[in-house]
């Protein structure tokens, strides 16, 4: 015989298309594996700087030099040999009388002035008030050249006057030289040559505000770093940190590339094992449902592709990534004991790859925590800005944390608004849940909340055309809430397929017993066969599962009314047939043809709603009476085989009857009876 290979479970396909994925995705360069931390001794041994690179300024040194930078406008000159030479001239013209020839004199010393620059004794004004103009250098434009100058070599006007003053009473002590210069009108030629320029002004210092060089130093290869047992200083941690970033950066990975994507495939394979054991071991139902199994390979693939991502191209921005949004597209559609595991699993890449890592990984997996427990409060409406700012707080602090034990280099501040940012940034993104539930074809808790409303149109049709029917439903719900809880079964889903799995009872109300009036002379099975009867009666499965259709109700909805009955009998007419002696052969009328139930939600439908039934035919209110109408239903439908195909343990079912017991109990316990006044 020809041997066959084993067929591959189809779970497995998925997993394997992620585990490429990941080893595609995964970083191609070797990891700086050094973990230092500023205050403590180096543990390895000596290291030596196998290349040359910069030292890297941290971002306080860079603010603090654009700050000084920015504290100080150097004013902006320009050179106008127009009014030096007009100056000059001018001075030909002037009448000094006696003293014309002074003129020659005059005329060199303004000469020299102006060669020099002249500036008006006016102070400069800006429209950048947070900077003041130097009052130590400028600039000065000459000749198509900009060269900065100290203030002490240019003159002002007064200056220049005083300089011209001085110069000429030196040469002609005898004359009345400030009265001949203020007479004569020399004063009044010496103005500026140096124009000044505030548009260049402005421009030139925004420049020389907005760059600032990002390194100091250099580090040569074959240069030590740091010895074994040394201190780690801030000046070594700085230089440190400037070795790793060129590090990454340029060296890259020396080894066989081989190696390397061997790496990558054993750390991806690894990953996989362990998502995969952590569904396996926390919900193993979900291999089964095809569509949330997809859905939770999606939200874990977009986590670790954007864990990946942003420290791939920008590390930084990884603190704007709103990864705790991640678990709550988890938690709208699975356990708490399911969502915490796979949004572990997924944080993993920081953890293995970033180089902070640890700090990153904790950080988001406490505001995951915190997201999955405050949304359960805070979920509906802006409540979601709750969350976000419990997240943000919880973020801030985790981070806050580790600076206390590790001050670093990064900008806190800067961080900070990050994480507000992306905290934020979840309340955004979570209406993409809406999304999703379309792709997947999926229903998210807040969709069955919304469903359980009782205020909506379906529902509000159903209490009017049935009003019996709905009190049911309604008295079902509660019964099927409490006994959901003690099972950790799915409450909003139960709750939501209680209130509509007897909706198609809409069609035919007066068919059903709890929709007749009291006084009614003619009742509906009147004149009926028990088969006609049995028809009508399991009619309303087909007639729930059309309306659900028409309503748009999610298929989750529709198999609690295709399972309620599941494919038991109209126990009322099939013995009324059987007792006038109908044939036991011809029996298919009386049994529905549903399905049984396969979910623990389901079973305690079918429970609760035949237990809720059977309870109002009670004459007896006791325990034991409570007691043995549970017990008698439970093992009727258990001998029925209509448990068969359940998820639920015995375990289970024991715990459901004791708190349907105790539910019966409450709800029909004895009240007294008031005492009649007596009349005068």
């Known amino acids: 015989m020809k041997a066959t290979l084993p067929r591959i479970p189809r779970r497995f396909v998925p997993l394997a298309i992620l585990f490429v994925v990941l080893v595609v995705i995964m970083p191609r360069t070797a990891k700086f594996n050094y973990d230092y931390k500023k205050g403590s001794p180096w543990p390895y041994e000596t290291l030596i700087s196998q290349f040359d690179f910069p030292i890297l300024k941290t971002q ?172 780690i200083t801030s000046e070594i941690a700085q230089i440190l940190d ?171 501040v800067r961080t900070i608004l990050f994480l507000f940012g992306g905290s934020m940034l979840s309340v955004a993104l979570y209406p993409l849940i809406y999304l999703f539930e379309k792709m997947f074809n999926l229903v998210s808790t807040t969709r069955l909340v919304e469903l359980a409303d009782t205020n909506n149109s379906l529902l509000r049709e159903l209490s009017l055309r049935a009003p019996g029917t709905f009190q049911h439903c309604l008295q079902v719900m509660n019964m099927a809430d409490a006994a959901a809880r003690s099972v950790d079964a799915n409450v909003p889903l139960v709750r939501a397929g209680a209130l509509y799995h007897d909706i198609g009872k809409m069609k035919n109300p007066l068919c059903f017993i709890e929709n007749e009036a009291p006084a009614t002379a003619n009742r509906y099975h009147d004149g009926l066969s028990a088969k006609e009867s049995a028809r009508a009666i399991i009619r309303h499965v087909d007639d729930g599962l059309e309306i659900a259709a028409k309503s748009g109700l999610p298929s989750v909805i529709s198999d609690f009314i295709k399972t309620h009955h599941g494919t038991s009998s109209t126990g009322y007419f099939y013995t009324a047939y059987l007792n006038a002696g109908g044939d036991p052969t011809d029996v298919s009328d009386f049994f529905y043809h549903g399905e049984k139930p396969s979910t623990k939600e389901q079973v305690i439908l079918m429970l609760c709603d035949s237990i809720e039934a059977a309870s109002r035919s009670l004459k007896d209110y006791s325990e034991e009476s409570f007691s043995n109408l549970v017990d008698n239903i439970v093992s009727g439908k258990m001998k029925a085989g209509q448990l068969e195909n359940s998820d639920i343990s015995v375990k289970e079912l024991g715990t459901v009857k004791d708190v349907l017991k105790k539910y019966l109990a409450q709800l029909y316990h004895e009240r007294i009876e008031y005492p009649q006044q007596k009349s005068e």
């Open 242 to 412: 400037s070795y790793k970033a060129e590090y990454d950066k340029v060296f890259g990975y020396d080894g066989p590339r081989i190696l390397l994507w061997l790496g990558n495939i054993i750390i991806a394979f690894a990953i996989i094992v362990i998502l995969y054991l952590s569904i396996f071991y926390t919900n193993p139902q979900i291999f089964g449902d095809w569509n949330r199994y997809l859905y939770l390979l999606t939200i874990f693939l977009l986590t670790t592709v954007a864990a990946f991502m942003t420290d791939k191209l920008s590390p930084e921005t990884v603190y704007l990534v709103p990864f705790s949004v991640s678990a709550l597209y988890l938690l709208a559609f699975f356990k708490k004991r399911v969502v915490l595991p796979v949004y572990i699993i997924s944080l993993l890449p920081l953890l293995i790859f970033s180089g902070n890592g640890v700090e990153l990984f904790v950080m988001y997996l406490v505001a995951g925590v915190v997201a999955i427990l405050s949304f359960q409060h805070f979920g509906k409406g802006w409540l979601q800005f709750v969350t976000a700012l419990i997240v943000f707080a919880s973020l801030s602090v985790t981070y806050c944390g580790f600076r206390l034990i590790d001050t670093g280099s990064s900008n806190v």
């Open 60 to 231: 306080e040194q860079i603010l603090e030099e654009r700050e000084n930078a920015g504290t100080s406008v150097v004013p902006y000159y320009r050179f106008s040999d127009e009014i030096a030479n007009t100056g000059i001239k001018a001075v030909e013209g002037l009448d000094l009388g006696r003293y014309n020839n002074v003129k020659p004199s005059i005329a060199s010393g303004l000469s020299e002035i102006y060669s020099k620059g002249v500036i008006s004794d006016a102070r400069i004004k800006l429209d950048r008030r947070s900077a003041a103009v130097s009052q130590e250098v400028i600039f000065i434009q000459k000749n198509k050249r900009v060269q900065k100058y100290p203030v002490t070599e240019v003159y002002k006007v007064s200056d220049a006057q005083n300089k011209l003053l001085a110069d000429l009473t030196k040469s002609y002590p005898s004359v009345s030289m400030d009265s001949l210069l203020s007479r004569g009108g020399v004063y009044d030629i010496i103005v500026p040559n140096l124009i000044f320029d505030k548009a260049t002004t402005e421009l030139v210092h925004a420049g020389s505000s907005d760059y600032i060089s990002p390194t100091q130093g250099y580090v040569t290869a074959d240069q030590k770093i740091v010895s074994q047992g040394e201190i």
